[in-house]
């Protein structure tokens, strides 16, 4: 049976993020360890976003809009604005500080920002790789359409398209746009898969899925999505982990002890400054 997931909220100052993973019913969804539904929100002249520098080790961020704009930031030197239908791929790795913040015009301006941020942990074997950055522009990625039916390959494989994104295990990771009466056949491409509906009236195999929701699917069996009005959502999955992961702050490792070196780094300052946002910073939290 398909296991239906209601995400923890967060209200950061009048935006809500949604924590679907981890949870009590899904620790991880292949490699994803954390999944963040960011708004949908509006923000009205001179407000935005603004995630200090803080540190990663152990994972990859994947950040994906359908909404609104972000700066991202990082110790490697990269400056980057995500925009709807981009893909932001940041590798921690050995370690790596980021920020991520509204520009300058859309904070100006006034805008809205709808999307999702995951973490991917990485394979044991990779966990200490060198940290790296890469922007994949929406023209960049594969994308079908069929009645009533959108489809962006984030990451990995799906639907017989492939991401440019390079990954460090099977991945499956998908962005939908549906049409009212759309249907979307999910075959069983990946070992591990999860639903996340966005924004919108969904069946799932005639059974309703609320917006807001994570649907972790049956493992082998072949899904019907409907859509019962305009949709967003996302799915995402792969091959299971190569080992149980520690999740701590921002930390993600198959060692405790990593962890515990990657707080003293934070705190020490070994992960340097982020050029262009070198002022500020999160401060290790004391729990």
């Known amino acids: 049976m398909t296991t239906l997931i209601v995400p923890r909220t967060h209200d950061l100052g009048g935006f809500e993020v949604r924590r679907a993973v981890p949870s009590l019913q899904a620790r991880s969804v292949g490699p994803f360890v954390f999944v963040d539904h960011l708004g949908p929100a509006l923000f009205e002249p001179g407000r935005g976003i603004d995630v200090r520098p803080h540190p990663h080790i152990g994972l990859a961020t994947v950040t994906y809009l359908w909404a609104g704009a972000l700066r991202h930031r990082d110790t490697l030197g990269s400056t980057q604005d995500i925009l709807p239908g981009d893909v932001n791929w940041m590798t921690a790795g050995r370690g790596i500080a980021h920020s991520e913040r509204t520009p300058p015009d859309p904070r100006e301006e006034g805008h809205a920002l709808h999307g999702m941020q ?6 044991r074997s990779h966990e200490e790789t060198a940290p790296s950055f890469h922007h994949h522009a929406a023209a960049s990625l594969p994308v ?10 984030i990451a990995g494989r799906g639907f017989g398209l492939e991401s ?8 499956f990771n998908v962005a939908l746009d549906l049409a009212p009466d759309a249907e979307l056949p999910i075959a069983a491409e990946a070992v591990e898969r999860a639903l996340y509906v966005l924004e919108g009236a ?3 195999d005639g059974t309703d899925i ?4 994570l649907v972790v699917l049956d493992p082998g069996v072949r899904h019907v999505l409907r859509a019962k009005t305009p ?11 190569d ?27 070994a992960f340097g ?5 070198d002022h500020e910073r999160i401060p290790l939290p004391s729990r």
């Open 118 to 123: 995951t973490w991917v942990a990485l394979p």
């Open 144 to 153: 079908r359409e069929h009645a009533g039916t959108r489809l962006r390959v």
């Open 164 to 171: 440019p994104v390079q990954v460090f295990a099977d991945t």
């Open 202 to 204: 969904a069946h799932l």
């Open 210 to 213: 609320p917006e807001k929701h």
């Open 231 to 241: 949709l967003k959502a996302m799915l995402f999955g792969g091959e299971p982990l």
């Open 243 to 269: 080992g149980p992961r520690h999740l701590w702050w921002n930390f993600v490792s198959s060692s405790k002890e990593r962890i515990e070196q990657a707080k003293a780094d934070w705190e020490a300052g």
């Open 273 to 277: 400054l982020i050029p262009g946002d």
